[in-house]
């Protein structure tokens, strides 16, 4: 910066004397006259001081920070950032220091910050926070995280800073320990609640560094420092990528189970209780039990975990007004993430993390837990039901009503009315408007609705309609109404989404899950298939869908859900008129068919000649979930074939009689079990009774041969019929 040095002196000579008064004095108004009217660059940067010495100073309101701005604009600050050598006597960093100060001060004017001359500042900002920072260089480092605070409270701030480097760049002064690193941390934390996934994306291995350090210091922390530090650790610890799949994120997670373990195995406060609680509940949600190394301090680890949240749990929805204290319901949310990973590590019998003993007396202490959450759900009322803290606790409820089935069955059979209410409620208000906000540590992600109870309630459905007194209760309380209504919701969730989505959706377990509820009231209440109107909606959607899903190969579970329920309320249906012979009706029946026929195969049998019946290699993989529903489907087409009378021609025409003769032909009679021979007998009974060309294509495939090789007594006698 060039120009009379007499001109500046001028200048200051003019302002110093009353620079005390208030904002927007006569001082300062000389000043910003004085850099209007600048003659050069030496006496724009002596007035520059003086505003400058004001804006440090805090004496700029709003009305003076525009003036300010309009007097200099960033061309000014801009040709600072750049300039290279200082005035005589000053500092390298003098004229950068200058900029930076009124960068920071238009800043704080929320129309100035958004401007595309502050963002395209911020790979400097990044530069300065990288850089060694002397004693008096702090002031510029105090005015980059000013300048950054401010962009990041925009709406485009967050994607610009994470865009440009912002975050490698707070990562790297955070784990130097530079100055102010704790204003680094606090912008971290802010930018990945916003942008986790895209933070982690272009920057894990920066962010993986600040983890390493967080988890060490935890570790080796012997004072508050470590409950504080509880606080901080889940903002780091993502969904993805894995930490479990990285060697430095392994490291972080076992020092971060060394840390909880030592702080858990203390006697502690509430307050330093809380954290540590939801710490652990974040590595569940994100890891399972992956974290916590097997042996017996793991398991005894994971015991203790467990059994606090249990001990939590009660004390906290056993007192009159449980969640009145701040973050209570957060605590108890969390809680209940440990108390789930506690079920699934009591049912897993592959390498499991506990022993037997351990396993019997957490069920125990569960069950007290599920008391005290069943007595809390009793008390809610209805103006509460918007509650996130209801949706997690009724959640945590459809986790242990899905796998034991035994206990508190008289509490869960009382609170039976309010699920069914409340997952009727989520359900009408959810697929007709847009998404709530969810609780902290609760997801139902795939589900198709925002707030989707109902999917966590119907494993425990399942079990219940298979009984009596809690069957009675659901069908008068209008739930097979409403598990209809939801089946053909997600039917349409799963038909909307393009291509065969695999591994399996939580849609398609759903429906799955669904299916066997409705094959439990087919069984024990056909009474209510037939009287029902809902029923018959329920059986054309059957009709429409089997012929979709089959030729799906990754569907074929749901796929055998479906044929099995179709024709099983086929048998109690047949006279309505969703059953009259239509289209969709034959196009069911004839995927039924194929679904049926093509399950089984001959196969050669190693180092022998001799063929052998096996499962169809399609249907290998799912044949250990879908071998009862053939069988069970095998059962309702026989039941089905006298009602319809053109069922016959539909299965002459799928060439099934033939095919079935051929593979009775050729395998070796030894390797097809009696069950199997009892399913296709009671087919091919029934099909030889009910049509004369069925019973014909029996007899000329040799059918009195193989009937009498297989033991076949109740076919044998009916083809020798005349």
Not at 447 to 462: E, K, T
Request: hydrophobic residues 45%; contains cysteine; glycine residues 6%.
């Amino acid at each position: 910066m060039k120009g009379g040095a007499e001109g500046a002196r001028r200048v200051r000579a003019a302002a110093e004397g009353d620079m005390a008064e208030p904002a927007g004095g006569p001082a300062l108004r000389r000043c910003l006259g004085a850099l209007r009217d600048a003659g050069n660059d030496s006496e724009q940067f002596a007035a520059l001081l003086l505003v400058t010495k004001a804006v440090k100073a805090g004496e700029v309101d709003a009305k003076t920070r525009r003036q300010i701005f309009d007097a200099i604009g960033f061309t000014f600050p801009t040709r600072l950032l750049a300039s290279g050598k200082p005035p005589p006597g000053c500092p390298d960093h003098t004229f950068r220091a200058l900029g930076l100060t009124l960068l920071a001060c238009f800043c704080t004017d929320p129309e100035l910050v958004a401007h595309s001359q502050i963002l395209n500042k911020i790979p400097t900002f990044n530069d300065i926070l990288v850089s060694p920072c002397n004693p008096d260089s702090t002031s510029m480092v105090d005015d980059v995280y000013q300048c950054l605070s401010a962009v990041m409270a925009t709406t485009r701030g967050p994607r610009e800073l994470v865009t440009k480097g912002t975050v490698s760049a707070l990562c790297k002064a955070y784990v130097n320990c530079s100055y102010g690193s704790d204003h680094a941390l606090a912008l971290l934390l802010g930018l990945l609640a916003i942008a986790e996934e895209k933070c982690w994306q272009r920057d894990a291995p920066h962010l993986l560094a600040v983890l390493s350090k967080l988890s060490d210091d935890f570790l080796k922390a012997e004072d508050m420092t470590k409950f504080e530090l509880c606080k901080v650790l889940p903002h780091f610890i993502p969904l993805s990528p894995p930490l479990t799949q990285d060697p430095q994120g392994s490291e972080c997670l076992h020092r971060l189970y060394r840390g909880l373990a030592n702080i858990l195995g203390s006697k502690l406060s509430q307050s330093q209780r809380d954290p540590a609680l939801r710490l652990a509940a974040c590595l569940v949600q994100a890891y399972g039990s992956e974290w916590i190394p097997a042996g017996s301090a793991g398991s005894k680890f994971l015991a203790l975990l467990v059994n606090l949240a249990c001990v939590e749990v009660r004390l906290t929805l056993e007192e009159p007004d449980p969640l009145e204290a701040e973050g209570k319901k957060e605590v108890v949310t969390a809680c209940y993430v440990l108390i789930e990973m506690g079920i699934q590590e009591c049912l897993r019998e592959e390498k499991p993390l506990l022993e037997e003993v351990q396993k019997m007396q957490l069920m125990r202490i569960m069950e007290e837990a599920f008391g005290a959450v069943i007595f809390y759900l009793r008390q809610v009322k209805q103006e509460e039901l918007q509650d996130p803290f209801i949706f997690a606790s009724v959640r945590i409820l459809g986790a242990w009503m899905a796998e034991e089935t035994s206990s508190l069955k008289q509490e869960i059979c009382e609170l039976l009315p309010f699920l069914v209410l409340y997952a009727k409620k989520l359900f009408k208000e959810g697929s007709s408007v847009g998404s709530p906000s969810q609780p902290e540590l609760v997801s139902t992600e795939g589900s198709g609705l925002p707030q989707d109870a109902l999917r966590f309630l119907l494993p425990g459905f399942c079990h219940l309609t298979a009984e009596d007194r809690p069957q009675d209760i659901l069908i008068s309380e209008g739930a097979p109404a409403l598990l209809c209504e939801y089946f053909l919701y997600q039917w349409e969730v799963l038909t909307s989404k393009p291509g065969s989505p695999t591994p399996l959706t939580s849609t398609e377990m759903s429906l799955q899950t669904m299916c066997g509820i409705f094959l439990n009231l087919v069984v024990t209440a056909p009474d209510l298939i037939r009287r029902d109107k809902t029923f018959p909606t329920l059986m054309d959607t059957l009709l429409k869908s089997l012929p979709l899903l089959l030729p799906q190969k990754d569907h074929l579970a749901l796929a055998a859900n479906i044929a099995t329920l179709g024709l099983m309320m086929a048998r109690i249906l047949a006279g309505s008129t969703a059953l009259q012979g239509t289209q969709h009706t034959k196009e069911f029946f004839e995927a039924a068919i194929s679904f049926l026929s093509q399950a089984h195969t001959a196969q050669a049998e190693p180092g022998s000649d001799s063929l052998t019946l096996a499962v169809s290699p399609a249907y290998t993989r799912a044949w250990a979930d879908i071998s009862e529903l053939w069988f069970l489907g095998m059962q309702a087409l026989a039941g089905c074939i006298p009602l319809f009378p053109w069922l016959p021609q539909a299965v002459l025409q799928a060439r099934w009689l033939e095919g079935l003769s051929e593979l009775l032909t050729r395998v070796a009679a030894a390797s097809v079990d009696f069950e199997l021979i009892t399913a296709f007998q009671g087919v091919l009974v029934e099909l030889a009774r009910a049509s004369k060309p069925c019973r014909d294509a029996i007899l000329s495939h040799h059918g009195r041969e193989w009937a009498n090789l297989y033991g076949m007594a109740a076919l044998e006698q009916c083809l020798s019929e005349q």
